[in-house]
């Protein structure tokens, strides 16, 4: 059976399946190397009463953002906030642009940091697992490295 993940908080979770019903999940019933599965992800599973067991993980919600594209952005037009626009971040977004273009009246310094600060946050996306980088900075409220 299909469903869709409602929650699921790293030990127990939440199923809607295809046929109406809610159904709980912990851990140990996530197949493969899965640990994580975040809300939204479409999943394939067996139900046993209002458990939901052998889950396999269809396809994520994590495509909202992707941690390369993430990576790329930071890289290449990190100085401007683009890759903190790209992840929800306007607040850290607006700062970096600011700094990155108005910046350069104070001896280019600010426009500087930005920069350095891009690429140690480009290193830090490309290290970071997919579940580490979705928990950090795609559901969770962190805006800096």
Known sequence: MRGKVLSFNGSTGLISGDDGKRYT?????LMGDT??????????????GDTAVSIYVIMTAMGERNKYVAALLAFF??????HKFYLGKTTA???MLVCGTIG???IGIPPL???LVAFIETIIYLVKSDQSFYEDY????KSWF
């Not at 999940?25 to 019933?29: I, K, P, R, T």
């Not at 975040?38 to 599973?45: C, I, K, L, N, Y």
């Not at 795609?138 to 409220?141: P, T």
């Open 25 to 29: 999940f912990s851990v140990s019933d």
């Open 35 to 48: 640990v994580f599965v975040p809300a939204g992800s479409t999943v394939d599973f067996e139900a046993s």
């Open 77 to 82: 037009l990190g100085m401007f906030g683009v």
């Open 93 to 95: 977004g607006i700062i």
């Open 104 to 106: 350069w009246i104070l």
């Open 113 to 115: 940091i930005m920069g």
């Open 138 to 141: 795609v559901a969770g409220n």
